[in-house]
């Protein structure tokens, strides 16, 4: 079993910025792709960004693209988003995922483990 742990939100100005960490615990996480997501109240859960087991490959989506950076560290068994530039349409519970494939996805359905999600909330 995977164990994520987010953390690291919290309230900003619009034009702060924030950094997301999510630490795993459980099995071999140096393997797993990772995915971070955003649910703003009243929304469904979409993706945000996503990188390789070995951090080749990352994908952003177009509304982050530029200002948001993920990134992990295998030796810490940890992910990380910075979020440069907020925006209040930024604000959301932000989630890690794990796949333990190693893909960098960026649907929802392809990740198997998630964490229980950290709030950031962007003031205009």
């Known amino acids: 079993q995977v164990l994520l742990v987010e953390s690291g939100g919290g309230l900003v100005q619009a034009g702060g910025s924030l950094r997301l960490s999510c630490v795993a615990s459980?099995?071999?996480?140096?393997?797993?792709?990772k995915g971070w997501f955003r649910q703003a109240p009243g929304k469904e859960r979409e993706f945000v960004a996503a990188?390789?087991?070995?951090?080749?490959?990352?994908y952003y989506a177009d509304s982050v693209k530029g200002r948001f950076t993920i990134s992990r560290d295998n030796a810490k068994n940890a992910v990380y988003l910075q979020m440069n530039s907020l925006k209040p349409e930024d604000t959301a519970v932000y989630s890690c995922?794990?796949?333990?494939?190693?893909?960098?996805?960026?649907?929802?359905?392809?990740?198997?483990?998630w964490g229980q999600g950290t709030q950031v909330t962007v003031s205009s």
């Open positions: 995922a794990a796949d333990q494939y190693g893909r960098a996805n960026i649907g929802v359905a392809e990740y198997q483990y």
């Open positions: 459980g099995r071999i996480f140096s393997n797993y792709g």
């Open positions: 990188i390789s087991w070995s951090g080749a490959r990352t």
